[in-house]
C-alpha cells in the first residue's frame, strides 16, 4: 500500500497504457464482428483475426510482463530491467500455463455462445434435454446443470490461474516459474489471505460491471417461461449492441473504479512477493 500511495501518479500512469494497449489489440475482435473487409478486402475475418492474434502475442503479452516488472522495481525487487525478447519468452508461458487451466471453462462458453447462433433449434435445445435427463429434468434442468458446471470451471480456472502468480513478479533472469511453486509451498497461507483481499478489492468493480450488464439484458429477458426461455433471450440480447449511455457507464466504471482497484491489487501483489522473495 505504501508504495501504492508513494508512486501513484507513475503506478496510473503504466495502467492507463496497458489498457489503451489492450483496447487497441481488442479492435480488430470488433472489426470481425462488425464483418468489416480488411482494407478493400471483403472477406477479412481471418486476417482481422491474425492481426488480433498478433497484437495480443507480441505487444499484450510481453508489456504485461514489462509493466510487472516496472512495480517489481518500485517495491525494491532487483534484475527487473529485461529485454523483450525474455518479456515475449516468459510472457507466452505464462499465458499458456495459466489459459491451460481454462480450456474446459472456455470451451463450454465459447459452444454456448456459438451453438446458439449457427446450431438449429433442435440441435441446440438437444443438448440442454440431454444434460437435463442427467438429474432427472427437461431442458430447463440441463440449462441449470450446464450454468452450474460452467461456475466451477471458472472458479478451476481463476485457482490455475493464480497458482503462478508469483511468477508474474520475480525476476525473470532466473527460473521465476520454478522459484514461484517454491514460493507458493512455503507461503501458502500468506498467499491465500492475499487472494481474498484481492478478490475483496475486485467485488465493486465487478458489481458495477455486472449491474450495466443486468440493465442491458433485462430489456427483453422473459423469466416466466422457464431456464432455457431465459438464455434464449439472454444470448439473444447479448448480439445486440450497447447504448452509447450504457456503453458511457462502462467507460466511467473502468476508467474511475476498476483500473485504480486493479493497479492497487498488482501493486499488493508485487509488494508480497518481493517480501516473501527476500526471505529465500
Request: aromatic fraction near 12%; proline fraction near 4%; glycine fraction near 12%.
Amino acid at each position: 500500500m505504501n508504495t501504492f500511495k508513494k508512486h501513484f501518479p507513475g503506478i496510473m500512469a503504466g495502467a492507463l497504457g496497458e489498457a489503451l494497449l489492450r483496447a487497441a489489440a481488442v479492435i480488430p475482435l470488433y472489426m470481425i464482428l462488425r464483418g468489416a473487409p480488411f482494407f478493400g478486402w471483403k472477406q477479412g475475418a481471418a486476417a482481422w483475426a491474425g492481426v488480433f492474434l498478433a497484437a495480443f502475442v507480441f505487444l499484450c503479452l510481453p508489456f504485461r510482463l514489462k509493466g510487472y516488472m516496472g512495480l517489481r522495481a518500485l517495491c525494491g525487487g532487483d534484475g527487473a530491467d529485461i529485454g523483450y525478447g525474455v518479456c515475449l519468452k516468459d510472457g507466452i508461458r505464462r499465458f499458456v500455463r495459466g489459459i491451460l487451466w481454462g480450456i474446459p471453462f472456455l470451451a463450454g462458453t465459447v459452444y454456448l455462445v456459438w451453438g446458439y447462433h449457427t446450431l438449429d433449434m433442435p440441435s441446440f435445445y438437444a443438448l440442454f434435454k440431454t444434460l437435463g435427463g442427467y438429474v432427472g429434468g427437461k431442458a430447463d434442468a440441463g440449462v441449470m446443470l450446464m450454468l452450474a458446471l460452467l461456475a466451477v470451471l471458472g472458479i478451476i480456472f481463476a485457482w490455475g490461474w493464480w497458482l503462478d502468480m508469483p511468477s508474474d513478479f520475480l525476476s525473470h533472469r532466473g527460473r521465476p516459474f520454478a522459484r514461484s511453486g517454491s514460493i507458493r509451498r512455503k507461503n501458502g497461507s500468506a498467499l491465500r489471505k492475499n487472494a481474498v483481499i484481492q478478490a475483496l478489492l475486485l467485488l465493486p468493480s465487478a458489481v458495477l460491471f455486472l449491474t450495466v450488464l443486468a440493465w442491458h439484458l433485462a430489456k427483453e429477458i422473459t423469466w416466466g417461461a422457464g431456464a432455457f426461455a431465459a438464455l434464449q433471450s439472454v444470448l439473444e440480447q447479448l448480439g445486440k449492441p450497447f447504448s452509447t449511455r450504457e456503453l458511457l457507464l462502462l467507460a466511467a466504471i473502468l476508467l474511475i473504479v476498476h483500473l485504480p482497484l486493479c493497479a492497487l491489487r498488482k501493486t499488493r501483489d508485487a509488494e508480497l512477493v518481493c517480501r516473501l522473495e527476500a526471505r529465500e
